[in-house]
């Protein structure tokens, strides 16, 4: 179980520079921790806060970041509905490229 959440959230990372994103309702509890610790979107080279590089990301790796509490239901979740976020968005692109 443990091995599949970890394949799970790995995908996670290739929506860490993906706007909307951050917008997803199922990450929404762990958005507001992140944001309430300090942590905002584009702020990972700026300080090494990042909204999703250093925070989202981390919690759903199974990682702990100061000052932010999540269950791992909250992260798993969370992760899930990024990928099938980024699975939409992928094929999206891949449907408009086909009929360019």
């Known amino acids: ?9 790995f995908s996670l990372g290739t929506l860490a ?11 929404a509890s762990i958005t507001k921790a992140c944001e309430a610790a300090g942590y905002a979107p584009g702020d990972h080279k700026k300080n090494g806060k990042g909204l999703w590089v250093d925070c989202v990301g981390a919690i759903a790796h199974g990682k702990s ?9 909250e992260a798993k979740t969370c992760a899930e509905a990024a990928k099938a976020e980024h699975k939409e968005h992928k094929d999206a692109k ?7």
């Open 65 to 73: 970041v100061a000052g932010v509490s999540a269950t791992q239901d």
């Open 1 to 9: 179980m443990k091995l599949g959440l970890i394949a799970l959230v």
């Open 17 to 27: 520079h993906a706007e909307h994103a951050k917008d997803l309702p199922q990450c």
């Open 94 to 100: 891949a449907l408009k490229k086909k009929a360019s």
